[in-house]
């Protein structure tokens, strides 16, 4: 009798011993603040997203959200530090493309976009453009063209391992083929930075690097692409107009450790889609020309950047050496 009432007790115990332990856990998590981690500087899509986002999860998830800017290697820095962290829920990555383009560029990535991360959600998709410094004498993409077969110039890039370093690769060296030096910065906003300042001749990144500028004067936007024209620049061509099809805008999307327990990732999903679902919050987005995504299931985006991977296979293949300068 003494025996079994022993075991009995020790079971008890062990009960509420677990579910303390489950509470504490709770508790702990609770008073802990959420990373967004953004691997490129002020004024990327990554980091427009990740701030738009913040105020948003903070409210409905009543706990502090920090945005933590982790720049450098073109995203992989931060996406390294996400994949090695704890899937507790509060490592959460806010990657663009460069998070598929990067492990094909090169195995030293650190980390495999697929088996390491586990989708949250789908943000938005943002047009790229094409621009130069005011002061060089273009006016079209056409005239450019003409210009780099002429002239050695600079390409300022969001970074090497970036979409849009991938493309402009492409596009000066391989299509054009030109000596076109591509000068990689650690995001859109100094790429931009440079066209305006005259540091880069051109610059191929997001359009949120060059939008300003462009308004401004000391840059032109010569081409975006994107599906179709941005409103804010009615005059200026989309690539595909120009017969250029092959290049396409990229995204940013919402990622956990791939040892998150699905529970944390559904909830992060639901509150995620919930917040994009808002006018207030698309409006945010559209206003840095970017489109707000319908945030679809986490399987369809996990099956979507398969294909983004062998997407970016085929065309740094094509692209070869130029694209890792």
Same mark, same amino acid.
């Given at each position: ?5 022993? =075991? ?15 509470? +504490?856990?709770? @508790? ?12 490129? &500087? ?20 009543? @706990? ?31 990657? $663009?493309?460069?998070? $598929?383009?990067?492990?094909?560029? !090169? ?11 586990? &989708? ?18 273009? %006016? ?23 979409? %849009? ?12 083929? !030109? ?13 931009? /930075?440079?066209?305006? +300042? ?6 191929? =990144? ?23 024209? /941005?409103?804010?620049? &009615? ?14 805008? !990229?995204? +940013?999307? =919402?990622?956990?450790?791939? %040892? ?7 909830? /992060?999903?639901?509150? $995620?889609? @919930? ?12 206003? @840095?020309? =970017?489109?707000? %995504? ?10 979507? /950047? ?20």
């Amino acid at each position: 009798m003494l025996i079994i009432f022993r =075991m009995l007790l020790n079971a008890i115990l062990l009960f509420v011993g677990a579910g303390f332990s489950t509470l +504490t856990l709770a @508790q702990t998590t609770q008073t802990q603040p959420i990373r967004l981690v953004v691997g490129f &500087p002020a004024g990327g899509p990554a980091d427009i997203a990740a701030r738009i986002l913040a105020e948003g999860l903070q409210d409905a998830l009543n @706990q502090t959200v920090i945005v933590e800017n982790r720049t450098g290697a073109g995203g992989n820095i931060a996406a390294r530090a996400v994949a090695g962290s704890l899937g507790d829920g509060l490592n959460i990555l806010i990657a $663009t493309t460069s998070l $598929t383009v990067n492990p094909v560029l !090169s195995k030293d990535a650190g980390y495999d976009p697929i088996k390491d991360f586990l &989708p949250v959600a789908m943000i938005a998709t943002q047009a790229h453009a094409v621009g130069v410094n005011s002061k060089l004498p273009v %006016s079209t993409l056409a005239d450019l063209q003409l210009l780099v077969k002429s002239k050695k110039i600079s390409v300022a890039t969001s970074g090497v391992g970036t979409s %849009s370093h991938i493309d402009v690769a492409h596009l000066f060296n391989v299509n054009w083929k !030109s000596d076109a030096v591509l000068v990689p910065y650690r995001g859109a906003g100094p790429a931009g /930075l440079a066209v305006a +300042t005259g540091e880069a001749d051109v610059g191929y =990144m997001t359009a949120t690097g060059l939008m300003n500028f462009h308004q401004m004067g000391t840059a032109k936007i010569l081409a975006v692409i994107s599906d179709k024209r /941005l409103p804010e620049l &009615p005059s200026v061509p989309t690539m595909v107009e120009l017969g250029y099809k092959q290049y396409k805008s !990229s995204w +940013t999307a =919402m990622f956990v450790p791939s %040892s998150t327990p699905p529970a944390i990732v559904q909830k /992060l999903h639901d509150v $995620t889609k @919930q917040l994009m679902a808002r006018q207030d919050i698309q409006q945010k987005f559209i206003r @840095q020309y =970017m489109i707000p %995504s319908e945030t679809p299931p986490q399987q369809q985006i996990t099956n979507f /950047l398969k294909n983004d991977v062998s997407d970016w296979g085929r065309i740094i293949k094509e692209t070869g050496t130029f694209a890792s300068q």
